[in-house]
């Protein structure tokens, strides 16, 4: 009896009312444990005693709630190296900085928000659009409210008018680390490290600071993101 019952169960559950069977078989869940990997920076080289920007790097989007991140940081350092990268871990929870022109005059170049808090230089490479008349261009300069652009493309008058409405992808980072670390050192030495993490952020983004007088080359990092 139990197993009769267990049989239609299974056959309305599952089967579509029918037995499970070669020819029908059980319906398979592909998304618990499942992993995405993706390439989020790519540098060639990366100057002595600087940082990678923002603008460098892909946001790792874990809105969906996947529990689980690792980074996979790649790096060759050159033969005169003495320590190394430190591998820093910005989040936001948006993704992208968002207001609108606050200035009564005009610009073609200079977008004005007086209630904007932008860490001073840190959009420069990510690029501003112009909401409201469709234009956009990439950010050459930021202090703490003002945006520059060379100039303003692919708009009805590629104009800041008061109150336009702006957005900056890739933006609105947190200033401090969530995390920092330091991989392997070895001059002249190619390395490849992975941590781990369990997440609660809803975007990632990674910054890699070159602490050498000389180059570091060929700098990846990926991330694997899943259950």
């Not at 100039?151 to 957005?167: K, P, R, V």
Request: hydrophobic share 40%; proline share 5%.
């Amino acid at each position: 009896m139990l197993e009769n019952i267990g049989r239609r169960l299974l056959r309305a559950v599952f089967g579509s009312g029918a037995d499970i069977s070669s020819s029908n078989p059980l319906p398979v869940d592909f998304t618990p444990g499942d992993k995405t990997v993706t390439e989020v920076l790519d540098e060639p080289n990366i100057a002595g005693a600087t940082t990678s920007g923002l603008a460098d790097c892909d946001p790792i989007d874990i809105t969906d709630g996947q529990p689980t991140l690792a980074l996979t940081v790649e790096a060759v350092y050159d033969g005169a190296a003495v320590q190394g990268v430190t591998v820093h871990l910005r989040t936001s929870p948006t993704n992208a900085a968002a207001g609108a022109h606050t200035l009564a005059a005009p610009s073609a170049t200079i977008m004005t928000d007086a209630n904007a808090h932008f860490p001073a230089g840190e959009l420069v490479g990510l690029t501003i659009e112009n909401v409201t008349d469709g234009s956009s261009g990439v950010v050459t300069a930021n202090t703490a409210t003002t945006v520059n652009v060379a100039a303003l493309l692919l708009g009805t008058d590629n104009t800041w008018e008061q109150n336009d409405i702006y957005s900056i992808p890739g933006a609105d980072y947190d200033t401090e680390d969530w995390d920092s670390w330091n991989p392997f050192f070895g001059a002249g030495v190619a390395i490849r490290q992975t941590k781990h993490y369990d997440v609660s952020p809803a975007y990632v983004k990674v910054l890699i600071e070159n602490l050498d007088a000389a180059a570091v080359t060929d700098v990846t990092v990926r991330a694997t993101v899943g259950a």
